[in-house]
């Protein structure tokens, strides 16, 4: 299994910027993807982005795409959501979610095994 701890989030003015980080631990050579989710109050899911954990390469939400971007660092076993540019619709709480399993897509969160606590976004107006 698979533990993840998402930190980075609070409160930011639009058109600022915020990175999380998901720190993962445990089984952690098991994993094919790292996928990063929000949902806002009375809204769903919304899936953002996915990074491949062996080889870096990135899928990105049309949503967000050209604003948030996904890095890993493997020596710290961490995955970042750099987040630019922010509007107060990107307020939501944000969760990691790591696969173990290989899919052709990882934009569904049914391809996620193991999810963080989430970490919450607030953008002010």
């Known amino acids: 299994q698979v533990q993840l701890v998402e930190s980075g989030g609070g409160l930011v003015q639009a058109g600022g910027s915020l990175r999380l980080s998901c720190a993962a631990s445990g089984r952690t050579f098991t994993i094919y993807a790292v996928g990063w989710f929000r949902q806002a109050p009375g809204k769903e899911r919304e899936f953002l982005g996915t990074i491949n954990w062996s080889s870096g390469s990135t899928n990105y939400a049309d949503s967000v795409k050209g604003r948030f971007a996904i890095s890993r660092d493997n020596a710290k076993n961490t995955v970042y959501l750099q987040m630019n540019s922010l509007k107060p619709e990107d307020t939501a709480v944000y969760y990691c979610?790591?696969?173990?399993?290989?899919?052709?897509?990882?934009?569904?969160?049914?391809?996620?095994?193991?999810w963080g606590q989430g970490t919450q976004v607030t953008v002010s107006s």
């Open positions: 979610a790591g696969s173990r399993n290989y899919y052709r897509t990882y934009d569904a969160s049914r391809a996620y095994d193991d």
